[in-house]
């Protein structure tokens, strides 16, 4: 995706917070890797010829993109009229926050993927005349037919595929459940568009599932939510737009080298949202193996990285992993470029104090992914009728959230039970809860709070 020739990279910096002291026989090592990216395309960023020089002085037009808005079309968005005429406008909203030059497209979803505009399985050139052709495409968009998700993914894939970019992106829209193919067959096309493009996914109103929705963005490295108003819509694509506009380098992996003997016992994104990423490696020589994490603009994401090292004698020590971010060249003529790099380190000590302490950043997004956790299977067990296990679960969620400052996803969780006492997690399930309320805190399970520095 990558095209060195056309941008700067953002100045990339990696930072470790661990407790790296040990008991003796301790053998796990936990690591917060906080990734920063900083300039690049649009403000100015590293020359592409050294990962540490210093930022250019002329901010340049920032890396070519393309975009593809997928916008389901079948029968349900005509329940009520308004919904479709929403998702028009907030298209319409999308397609003017496109930046000159993007390459676009639009393509209308039911059973069945069907180009928009520009068609001819072409991409449009964004400028003045490009929008307004393209707006005046969507009028003529009317709702019929069903929902076969990895349709319009594939045709997403293929249009954006044509394009020579630094940055392919997607954004789906749907208001209903992927019923007119197999999971089987989406999952299919998420795993032929896996590491192509990165997409945002939306579920507008209450009839569509969660997992799918979230399983899409999940898998195409993008983010999940409702907007369970659709007069909401407008405003969400547009912001969308304005962060997919603000991407400046795309496939950044990071690789993960440990010595003989040591262990991956798990690497996952922790903010800002928990995203798991182990089975997701792909080897890349000896020891060392790459997790994507998609595309980046200016912006911060930390990552929990657990590795098991070999027993050792106290006043021991040794190198537990290494932490580098890297870009491939898109040609693979190139050597990929390191971008930057931490150590996660493991020292064996008799000191109780030392070994025993737990590191802040470490505790703090054990809580988060707990959280995120603990929604799940308390929604999933309030559905299923087991209220003493919803109970159990929902009320270390509130714990959980009131003990680590979670206050978005606090609030969300007293829409679906009464909270007697926060800090003991003792709460009541409530008796009706609105779908909207519930969808919500099931999306957004996964968005964590930042711990303290």
């Given at each position: ?8 990279v953002p ?16 053998r ?11 300039g690049g ?14 930022p ?32 028009r ?101 998420l ?93 890349a020589?000896?020891r ?27 006043g021991?020590e ?44 470490v ?17 999933d ?56 309320d ?16």
């Amino acid at each position: 995706m990558a095209n060195f020739s056309k941008s700067h990279v953002p100045q990339f910096s990696v930072e470790v917070y661990q407790n790296e002291y040990l008991p003796e026989g301790g053998r796990e090592v936990n690591a917060i890797v906080t990734v920063t990216s900083t300039g690049g395309g649009t403000t100015g960023g590293t020359p592409l010829t050294g990962a540490h020089a210093s930022p250019a002085a002329v901010p340049t037009q920032g890396p070519n993109a393309a975009v593809v808005i997928m916008v389901d079309c079948s029968g349900s968005m005509d329940y009520p009229p308004t919904k479709m005429r929403n998702a028009r406008d907030a298209t319409a909203a999308a397609i003017d926050t496109l930046r000159d030059g993007t390459s676009f497209a639009v393509v209308g979803g039911t059973h069945l993927a069907k180009e928009v505009y520009p068609g001819n399985g072409r991409l449009a050139t964004a400028d003045a005349q490009t929008r307004a052709q393209a707006k005046e495409a969507l009028r003529r968009l009317s709702a019929g037919g069903g929902t076969a998700i990895g349709t319009w993914l594939r045709l997403a894939d293929r249009l954006l595929g044509a394009a020579d970019v630094d940055i392919r992106h997607g954004i789906l829209l749907t208001d209903g459940r992927n019923e007119h193919e197999s999971p089987e067959d989406l999952r299919a096309a998420l795993d032929a568009c896996a590491g192509r493009f990165t997409c945002d996914a939306r579920g507008v109103g209450t009839d569509w599932e969660v997992k799918e929705v979230t399983a899409i963005a999940s898998a195409l490295l993008g983010t999940a939510d409702i907007v369970a108003d659709p007069a909401g819509l407008a405003v969400d694509f547009t912001q969308m737009m304005e962060n997919a506009m603000g991407k400046e380098v795309a496939d950044v992996a990071l690789r993960l080298w440990t010595p003989v003997g040591v262990e991956i016992k798990f690497v996952k994104q922790v903010a800002p949202t928990v995203a798991e990423l182990t089975d997701r490696r792909t080897e890349a020589g000896p020891r060392a193996g790459d997790y994507p994490t998609g595309s980046w603009g200016d912006e911060s994401r930390d990552y929990h990285v657990c590795v098991q090292v070999p027993e050792a004698g106290i006043g021991q020590e040794m190198l537990a992993a290494r932490v580098s971010l890297i870009l491939p060249d898109p040609s693979g003529a190139a050597a990929p470029q390191t971008l930057s790099q931490g150590l996660v380190r493991a020292v064996w000590t008799d000191d109780m104090v030392a070994s025993t302490s737990i590191n802040p950043q470490v505790a703090h997004y054990t809580g988060q992914a707990e959280l995120a956790q603990v929604i799940q299977q308390g929604l999933d067990a309030r559905k299923s009728g087991d209220f003493d296990g919803a109970t159990a679960k929902l009320g270390r969620a509130v714990q959980l959230a009131s003990a680590s400052g979670n206050a978005d996803t606090a609030k969300l969780l007293s829409k679906v039970v009464d909270v007697v006492d926060a800090a003991t997690g003792t709460v009541r399930l409530k008796a009706k809860v609105a779908e909207a309320d519930e969808m919500t805190l099931e999306t957004r399970s996964t968005k964590t709070v930042r711990v303290k520095k």
